[in-house]
C-alpha cells in the first residue's frame, strides 16, 4: 500500500524524510492511521544505525494490543519486521512498557517492598483475590484488601475508584465499595500502601507508581530518554492523565522526538481514567506541532458525511478519491421500533441489510466473498439480550463471574475454542493454562519439565505436540457431543485424566466449575459462547438466507478498531446519564453535545465508524428525529 499524499505530509517533510520532534497526529476513522504509523517507523529506522548507538531504539507504542497487533501486522507487510520487531526496538503496549522498563525493575522501592520485584494482580492478569494473611494484618485505620482492586490513585496521589462491582467477603453477601470522599481517602490509601508493601500492584497502579519512580529519578529517567531516544505512541487519545506524566517527565529528562497518533473523537475509555482533553491540548502545547488526516479509505460518501455531522468540529471527513470506499453507495439507513417488540425490528433490520450486501463485494476483498455485520449495542446486557433473541439461546448471566482457581478461566477458554473447532487457538490458551499451573517463570521451563516427565526428548517437538493434542482430543470427544455449555457444566470435563495437570489442579478447577451450579452463584453461570466474546474469541452467527453474510454482536468497546461491511447500531431511549457538563439520560439530547466532552457521544461514534458500507440505526421514536439529522448528506 502507497502512502497518500496526505498520509505523508502528516509525518514526513518535502525531502521524503521522517520529521522529528514533539508531533500530534489527529486520524479520523479509516484514514490509514495504523498503516501511516508503521511505515514512518519503518522509516525512522532506516538510517538509525547511522545516528545512533547499537543499544538505542525507538519505542513503538499502543494503548490496546488489538491496536499493537495491528501496528506488528503492518510492519510485517513492509518487509521491516526483521529490524523494527526486534531489539534494541521496542513494539508493544504502553502499559507493557510501563511495566518492563520501569514498574517492575525499578518500582519496589516506590511501593515499600522489599523482597524483590513486584507482582501484577487484578485484571488482565488473574482475577484479585486477597490473601488471608493480608486481610488479617490490615492496618486498623485501613479498608481492608478486599477493596484492593476497586481503587487506584490520580497523578496528585488522590484515590480514584476504578471498579464499583460488588465484593464478598467469607459468607456474606456482596457489597459495594464506597464512593472516594473526604472521609475515606485516608482509609483507601492505607490499604494500598500496605498491599503495595507486600508486593502487589494493579496494573493502574503500576502506572501511578512508575510515574512517582522516574519523577524521583532524574538519572533513571535520562537513561529511559536516551535508551528510547524516539517514541511513538498509537490510540494516543486514550492515554490517562499518569501515562501522559510519565512523557512530560522523559521529555523533561532530554527526550525529543515523540508523536502521538489517535483520533480525540473515538476516547472511549474515560471510565479507565483515560484523559482525551490531554492529548488535544497537545496540539497548541509550546514546542508541539499538530496535522490531522481526514480522507477515508474506509467509510462510504455516506458514512463519512454522517460521522462529519456527529463530531461538527470543523474537519470535513470524505473518502479518498482513489480508494473503493468512494463508490459504496448504500444511503444511512434510520428505522424506529416498538420499544415492546426490539427483537422483530433486529431481525428485520438484519435481513435488510444482508440482502442489500448481497450483491456487493466485501470490503477487505477476501477470497470467500463473506460480508461481515456487527449488531452493536450500547451494554454488555443489551448484547446477551439482542444476541439471545436473534438465536434462541440463552443470554445467560450477565453478573461479574467470581473465580476460586485463577487457572478455570483459561480451561474454560480453551473447551470454548475447542467447541468451536479452533485448535490453533485452543492450543496457544491450554498451553497458557499450563505454563499458570506449573509455577515455572517461562514457558520454555514448563515445556521442559512436562516433556521430562513423558520420557519425551528434550528437541522433540513433535512428542510435546502430540502430548498437547492427546489432552485436547480428550476434551473434544466430549465437548463435541454436548448441548451449549454453561460453566456449571465444564465440572465433569475437569475430571478428565489430562497430562499436563496434576490431579490437585484438576479438583481446583471441577471444584470451581461447579460452584457455579450452586446457589450462591447459579446467577453467574453463563455459557461459554456468552462468557468469551473478545475478538479473537467471538462465535459468528451465519445468515440463513445468504450464508455469505456473517452476524455478531458486540458493544462498541468489544469491536473498536475493527471494520465490518455494515453495521446496525441498536439504540434505547433512556441510558444511564452522560455524565459530561451538559448531562443527560437520552440519545435525543445527548446527540446535541459537544464530541469532544460527552464520552456516551463519542462511543456512538466510534460504533457508526466501524462501517464500511452499510450503516443502520434503529432508535426509538422519541429520538427518531435526533438520529436523522446525521443520515441527512452533509455537502462538502
Known sequence: MTLSEEQRSALWDESGQPVEGLRVLSARPGTGKTWTVAQYCVDVTAGWHRQREPWQGIAVLSYTNVAKDEVESRVRRTGAAHVLLRSPNFVGTLDAFINQQIFLPHGARTMGYTAGRPELVGEPYFQWKFPWKLHHSSPTDAYKPVWFDCYTLSKQGRPLMIDGTPRAVGGRAPARPQAVSNANVEKISAMKRHVWANGKALQADANYLAYKTVQSSPALAKALAGRFPALVVDEAQDMTEIQHAIIDVLIAAGLQHVVLVGDENQAIYEWNTARPDLFTARKTADGWQGSVLRESHRCSPAICSALTVMADDGVILTPAATAKNAGYLLPVDVRSYVTSDDATAIREAIDSITEALADLAPHDGNEAG????????????????????????????????????????????????????????????????????????????????????????????????VLLFNDLNLVGNFVHDSDPLHISDCARIADLPLTGLRPYRHAEIRADCASFGETGKIGQDQLLSALFSARDERTWITHANHPASRIVFATAH???????????????????????????????????????????????????????????????????????????????
Not at 453478573?399 to 475454542?417: A, E, G, M, Y
Request: glycine content about 6%; overall charge positive; hydrophobic content about 40%.
Open 370 to 465: 463473506v460480508k461481515t455485520l456487527a449488531v452493536i449495542s450500547r451494554s454488555g446486557e443489551d448484547t446477551s439480550r439482542l444476541r439471545a433473541q436473534y438465536t434462541g439461546i440463552s443470554a445467560g448471566s450477565t453478573q461479574r463471574q467470581v473465580w476460586n482457581s485463577p487457572l478455570t478461566r483459561d480451561f474454560l477458554k480453551t473447551i470454548h475454542h475447542i467447541g468451536n473447532r479452533q485448535i490453533d487457538q485452543a492450543v496457544r490458551v491450554y498451553e497458557q493454562l499450563l505454563h499458570r499451573a506449573s509455577g515455572y517463570s517461562t514457558v520454555s521451563e514448563m515445556r521442559a519439565s512436562l516433556m521430562r516427565e513423558a520420557a519425551i526428548g528434550p528437541t522433540d517437538k513433535v512428542g510435546y505436540r
Open 558 to 636: 468489544a469491536l473498536k478498531g475493527e471494520t465490518y461491511d455494515a453495521v446496525l447500531l441498536y439504540t434505547k431511549r433512556q441510558i444511564h446519564a452522560c455524565g459530561c457538563p451538559q448531562s443527560a439520560a437520552t440519545w435525543a439530547s445527548v446527540l446535541q453535545h459537544s464530541v469532544l466532552q460527552c464520552e456516551t457521544k463519542r462511543i456512538a461514534y466510534v460504533a457508526c465508524s466501524r462501517a464500511a458500507q452499510a450503516l443502520v440505526i434503529l432508535a426509538p421514536a422519541v429520538s427518531l428525529d435526533a438520529w436523522r439529522k446525521f443520515a441527512t448528506p452533509v455537502r462538502v
